[in-house]
């Protein structure tokens, strides 16, 4: 099976979770007039734990990309926000009674970040481009929030 990335917009990635941007007006002027502040962009969400901000450095990854294993967090969401302005690879499938569905395939642009809902089946942190480093939040706390689903079949994702 061969996906084709498409544009990364919020209405289109709104059943998989939150696109972090600056896009519009910024909801309120802070500082003196000079920083705008784009409000509560992702609806973080937790169980039994806290959210933790952590740094992540991931190896660069090419078109077409082979996707083999997808994964959740059932306890908690994750945004996955880029410490560079390079488009990054954003994968999410359907859940189909506790096993992924039909996938899809997303393509940043320059200063979008993502956060996934609680649950959402994804493929891992997947940069195009060195050095490959997010600062990422989600939860942090005891017990088991993350479940993974090797794929029966590869799917190919190609560029759009």
Known sequence: MVIRTQPLTADAFAPYGDVLDC????????????????HD?????????????????????????????????????????????????????????????????????????????KGTWHGVLTPLHAPGLFAVVDRIGDGANLEEFRLEHPVMIERG
């Open 41 to 117: 962009r992702a609806a973080l969400d937790f169980e039994d734990g806290r959210a933790g901000v952590s740094l992540f450095q991931a190896q660069p990854r090419d078109l077409p990309y082979e996707l083999t294993l997808l994964e959740r967090h059932p306890q908690g969401s994750q945004a996955f926000i880029p410490m560079s302005f390079d488009p990054f690879l954003v994968i999410v499938a359907q859940d189909l009674g506790n096993k992924p569905g039909e996938v899809a395939a997303f393509l940043t642009a320059q200063g979008q970040a993502i956060n996934f809902h």
């Open 23 to 38: 896009a519009g007006t910024p909801d309120k002027m802070i500082n003196e007039g000079l920083c705008g502040r784009f």
